[in-house]
């Protein structure tokens, strides 16, 4: 897992837009490594200036909801200690609250919770993309 994780770093950091540069479904590797709970990569690529609070074009989507949808407390914690906001919202009005609770996910849910991300009362969950969340956790959708 660490010669991958300083693969993917040493990738990105190569890559024209950098480490912050999306994939074809607009996912960053902040993003996705934070679906999948790689601590190593989480860290790597903060230590590499990545924008913890990028939003995927179309669906902004953030690495702190993928976390909270996966339910990965540690790294919801790491995203918050190095300024995530809580309070971002993706295309539908969902908040890293309202993805730890769609994925019923309660552990992260109380992290974002005393860090002040608020639940939507009026969101149409339907139009979340888990679909695209399970794909970068390497899941089969």
């Known amino acids: 897992m ?16 950098g480490v912050n540069a999306a994939d074809a479904d607009g996912l960053t590797a902040l993003m996705k490594a934070a679906a999948r709970a790689d601590a190593a990569a989480v860290h790597a690529l903060i230590a590499k200036g990545v924008n913890v609070d990028h939003q995927a074009e179309g669906t902004r989507l953030t690495a702190l909801m993928c976390a909270a949808y996966f339910g990965h407390t540690g790294i919801v914690t790491t995203l918050l200690a190095r300024g995530a906001k809580p309070d971002l919202k993706d295309a539908s009005g969902a908040s890293a609250a309202d993805w730890a609770g769609a994925g019923s996910r309660d552990a992260a849910g109380d992290v974002l919770a005393k860090a002040g991300s608020q639940l939507n009362p009026f969101l149409n969950v339907g139009v979340m993309p888990f679909a695209l969340m399970d794909k970068a956790a390497g899941k089969a959708p």
């Open 2 to 17: 660490v010669l991958f994780t300083l693969a993917l770093v040493v990738a990105l950091w190569q890559a024209p837009s």
